[in-house]
């Protein structure tokens, strides 16, 4: 089957992401996840701006109840599938939880190895605490993308997957955090699970883009993970969550036709089977035999 026209975006380099403010006019930034090889083309060949290989692999793909199980091999691996599609997308792999939280020496290492992996850049969770690790990042040239509001991979410390800063002092503590991960060098901001309103006094206040997903209109961007908006993931979903088609309910149908085809005898027909040249059944007695 021959691709689609390819819809190739502009802003596959962190100095164009970088540059991107929706307030000077710049349309917003398109990111979806993808953790393989035929998603990565599905979102290159859709024109998306970055493919993150986020830790949401654990839960959506590998079955987990939250992302804390993966570790950085399990990402390296999916980001190196992602990257052998060669999308042209700016391609983020996902530091999981523990591999930039001990010192800015391991983080620097374990981002090394999502880069090897084919990322041309990282992103990890949290506020003006990761300060040093995003300057190490920084400093050994692997740009970083932050991620505020609800961070995943705080699950247990938050108490389950809640919406954040819903009060004004949070939410003017993550303005704080967010003006620290930009000052310390993120290029860009992913904020999740945020009121619309905190989300937009965030975006006002840093210079480089911010990313929302749960996280309201007034983004520089928006992310969905892949399943999601494929509506490959069936069971309930967040109310941020928007989905552009019902890809699970059509691979059930598909799959059920194919069991009864088989156990109806209609699958494979003749023009999906292999036959020998007529010579070649002559010589094995076969034409006019089992024909
Ligand atoms: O891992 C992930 O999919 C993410 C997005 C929710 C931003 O971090």
């Known amino acids: 089957m021959a691709p689609s026209a390819a819809i190739p975006s502009a802003r596959r380099t962190v100095p164009a992401v970088r540059a991107t403010k929706v307030r000077r006019g710049d349309a917003p930034l398109v990111m979806v996840t993808a953790y393989d090889a035929p998603g990565a083309r599905i979102a290159s060949e859709a024109g998306v701006d970055m493919i993150l290989v986020g830790d949401s692999v654990a839960m959506v793909v590998l079955g987990y109840d939250d992302t804390l199980q993966v570790t950085v091999e ?81 699950v247990h410390a938050m108490g389950g997957f809640r919406v954040q800063a819903k009060e004004s002092e949070a939410a003017l503590q993550l303005v704080a955090d967010a003006k620290a991960l930009q000052h310390a060098g993120c290029f860009a901001i992913v904020l999740e699970g945020v009121p619309d309103e905190v989300a937009r006094m965030v975006t006002e206040a840093v210079d480089v883009p911010t990313v929302g997903i749960g996280a309201g209109r007034h983004c520089d961007g928006q992310v969905l993970v892949f399943h999601d908006l494929l509506g490959l993931e069936d069971r309930v979903a967040p109310k941020f969550v928007r989905r552009y088609a019902s890809l699970k309910g059509q691979a059930v149908e598909a799959v059920a036709a194919f069991a009864a085809d088989v156990r109806g005898g209609a699958f494979p027909d003749d023009s999906e089977s292999y036959h020998l040249s007529v010579d070649e059944a002559e010589a094995l007695s076969l034409y006019g035999g089992a024909h």
């Open 74 to 154: 399990d990402l390296a691996h999916h980001t190196a599938a992602v990257a052998r599609a060669r999308p042209e997308c700016l391609i983020v792999g996902d530091l999981p939880w523990m591999s930039y939280h001990v010192s800015p020496q391991e983080t620097v290492h374990n981002a090394a190895a999502l880069i090897r992996a084919g990322a041309q850049c990282v992103k990890l969770e949290g506020g003006r605490k990761r300060v040093p690790m995003i300057e190490a990042l920084v400093d050994a040239e692997i740009p970083v993308v932050g991620h505020l509001g609800l961070t995943p991979q705080s």
